[in-house]
């Protein structure tokens, strides 16, 4: 068995994508994930599965499109990689909620920063499959846009740092 976090893409932000907790975990028990609990209501799971991380996005995608009646972005993570995106932060002094890594499906071009357009005091950096952000003046007054990050989902490090012990706990 391995344990997995998946994070749902703009659910349950801003009014969009109603997708209540209990029935995301109805959808990864129906699967055949076992020790599933939720984080938070925006989309935050962790479980196990002996099922590689290629399925489990599969069965997860095909369950949220037959649910949403559209494609819901979903980004896996095991336990183990979840831990070493915590760990990966380039910015351990910034405070955790104003410091985000943006899940990617695939690692990002070298040269994705080199496209970015409102940028004022952010930071960034590459992860493996993350871009991580660093926010000086916070989320909510940012300009700032990377193109490749709109096929991704962000976290704030609390909530990184919950999911991946979250994910710990579980066996495998």
């Known amino acids: 068995m391995t344990a997995?976090?998946?994070?749902?893409?703009?659910?349950?932000?801003?009014?969009?994508?109603?997708?209540p907790m209990t029935e995301l975990k109805a959808m990864c028990e129906d699967a055949g994930f076992s020790e599933v609990k939720t984080y938070i209501a925006?989309?935050?799971?962790?479980?196990?599965?002996?099922?590689?991380?290629?399925?489990?996005?599969?069965?997860?995608?095909?369950r949220l499109l037959a649910y949403a009646g559209k494609p819901v972005g979903v980004l896996v993570r095991t336990a183990a990689e979840m831990a070493a995106v915590l760990k990966g932060n380039p910015f351990p002094?910034?405070?955790?909620?104003r410091m985000v890594a943006i899940f990617l499906d695939?690692?990002?071009?070298?040269d994705v920063l080199d496209g970015v357009s409102g940028?004022?005091?952010e930071e960034m950096a590459l992860g493996k499959r993350e871009i991580y952000v660093h926010y000086g003046q916070g989320m909510g007054t940012s300009k700032l846009k990377i193109k490749a990050a709109t096929a991704g989902t962000?976290?704030?490090?609390?909530?990184?740092?919950?999911?991946?012990?979250?994910a710990a706990a579980l066996p495998g």
């Open 93 to 97: 002094k910034a405070a955790p909620n």
């Open 4 to 19: 997995y976090v998946a994070l749902l893409r703009a659910v349950n932000v801003g009014g969009t994508g109603k997708l």
């Open 154 to 166: 962000a976290r704030n490090m609390n909530t990184i740092e919950k999911l991946a012990e979250m």
């Open 119 to 121: 940028q004022k005091d």
């Open 42 to 62: 925006s989309g935050n799971v962790v479980f196990t599965s002996k099922a590689s991380e290629k399925a489990v996005k599969a069965a997860l995608d095909k």
């Open 106 to 110: 695939r690692a990002p071009p070298k």
